[in-house]
């Protein structure tokens, strides 16, 4: 819904401006796929998380692991 979505974004704004860094300093993981294409809107990288398993395989992509 419109109200969420706005919520969403406040959260990220307050989140980012809380920790200094921007959108694409940024690595968001999340169980939802709505929250996952929420926080890539506003410019994160993100990953849906589904198991431990494809999360690390995901990590190991991007060379954070």
Not at 24 to 37: I, K, P, T, Y
Not at 53 to 64: G, I, N
């Amino acid at each position: 819904t419109g109200l969420q979505d706005r919520n969403e974004t406040l959260f990220y704004r307050l989140l980012l401006d809380r920790i200094q860094l921007e959108p694409q300093e940024c690595l968001v993981v999340d169980d939802s796929a709505g929250n996952v294409e929420a926080s890539r809107k506003m410019g994160f990288a993100a990953i849906h998380f589904t198991s431990a398993e494809a999360l690390e395989k995901e990590l190991k992509r991007l060379e954070v692991l």
